[in-house]
């Protein structure tokens, strides 16, 4: 039976000469279920400096947390550890000039007490916040740490999505970035085939691949992505009615510009040995297509051309100011 794994794409095909394809999903080493916000955002965004967040989070012991100061920092450590479980490079440190960081502070209502996250840009101006359920006063005042690390593990996935929104919100308002324009793929070709699969795989990318949404360029160093089709046989069993088999992988390996791994499309078979030492035919057509597919998605998850953008924040007020309006 035909696999095609990849990062966060699951079609279900079959191949025209009759091979099953079944979509699945492997985990990728250094890959995530979002783009990188906080990341090291490549040549095109190290032009934006201006506008582009640093490779870190700060997150900084809270001041106005309502907790004791070994507390606040437990928080702020908890939180700082969770966002680095979503793939975040969050710290948990004074925030530095230039320093994008994350505002906590808590505040009390009757008998219940508010978390709150504010996202900060560099110039001291908030840009995306989110509270957490209100938990019991008398809880909180105990500062227990497994209630501040469940916490931070419930709030982590809410906080990254606020991130992630302020990503695309800037891309949004880039004319560079892929929300607004083709992503550009520079195609390196496939190598390992046997027979004439090196050849008929490649040109059926080539006439697969092109959409509204990505284009092949000739140029390399032009290029967003850069994506390879690599080719391995191997020996397998006899088979069950006696005849040999041999194991064929497909990756095909997806790069952007920066160097760093987009993601990886692999597709995996058991054939009659020696079956496809020949002309590919029809399956290279199918198996490119597929392929192109499975292309397509990576960019668009690695790059997050399809994430909501955030929208602005409202007012001019600072987060001292909402927090009084919510005590008032």
Known sequence: MIS????????????????GLLGSLMPLGGCVDMPHPFGDPGPEGRRLAL????PRLAVPTPSASLLDN??????AKDVASQLVEQSLPAVAQPAKPGDWWLRLSATMQGDQVTPHYEVMMPSGEPRGH???????????????????????????????????????????????????RPAKVFFKGVRGAPGDGNVTLARSFVASFPDQHDKLDRDPKAAD?????????????????????QHIEIVWRTVAADGKEAGAA???????AHSLDGPWGDVAMVAASEAAGAVHQ???????????????????????SRIAARQG
Do not use: C
């Open 266 to 272: 692999t597709q995996l078979h058991d054939i009659d």
């Open 70 to 75: 070994a507390a606040s920092a437990l928080w």
């Open 298 to 320: 990576i960019i668009t998850n690695y790059s997050g051309r399809d994430h909501k953008p955030l929208p602005p924040e409202q007012g001019s007020g600072s987060a001292k």
């Open 51 to 54: 506008t582009t967040p640093p």
């Open 4 to 19: 095609l794994f990849l990062r966060h794409f699951s079609p279900r095909h079959s191949w025209r000469n009759g091979l």
């Open 225 to 245: 992505y850069t994506v390879e089709g690599i080719v391995t046989l191997s020996d397998g069993p006899a088979g069950n009615t006696g005849h040999p088999l």
């Open 130 to 180: 989110w509270d957490a359920a209100p938990v019991p006063a008398s809880a909180w005042a105990q500062g227990e740490p497994k209630l501040l690390e469940s916490l931070a593990s419930s709030s982590a996935p809410q906080i990254s999505t606020v991130l992630t929104g302020i990503q695309a919100a800037m891309m949004q308002a880039d004319p560079h970035s892929l929300k607004r």
